[in-house]
Nanobody
Framework: QVQLVESGGGLVQAGGSLRLSCAAS????????MGWYRQAPGKQRELVATITRGGSTNYGDSVKGRFTISRDNAKTTVYLQMNSLKPEDTAVYYCAVSPRSILLQLQGDNYWGQGTQVTVSS
């Protein structure tokens, strides 16, 4: 069974930092793309950041320059370093992995974590 274990969410004040982690296990396939999406109350799920097996990254416009995505050397754990947090970053953050070369939100073979809450106070 595929399992994605997320950690690092919590409550921080505006301007602060937070680091999310997501460890994948039991996939039975080579993970070639990993990433993070988020969903705020009343809004659609949106791209935060993705990274390919080769290290190519892609960021949502709202987080560019503030967030950084990275992987461990085994390419089974993905991290999201969030700096200069704003109240509008408040959302449930979801980790995802894919056997495909890129990670897209609507792909049917993505595997998703349960989500971790990030709340930023003003």
């Amino acid at each position: 069974q595929v399992q994605l274990v997320e950690s690092g969410g919590g409550l921080v004040q505006a301007g602060g930092s937070l680091r999310l982690s997501c460890a994948a296990s039991g996939t039975g396939f080579s993970i070639n793309a990993m990433g993070w999406y988020r969903q705020a109350p009343g809004k659609q799920r949106e791209l935060v950041a993705t990274i390919t097996r080769g290290g190519s990254t892609n960021y949502g416009d709202s987080v560019k320059g503030r967030f950084t995505i990275s992987r461990d050397n085994a390419k089974t754990t993905v991290y999201l370093q969030m700096n200069s947090l704003k109240p509008e970053d408040t959302a449930v953050y979801y980790c995802a992995v894919s056997p495909r070369s890129i990670l897209l939100q609507l792909q049917g073979d993505n595997y998703w974590g349960q989500g971790t809450q990030v709340t930023v106070s003003s």
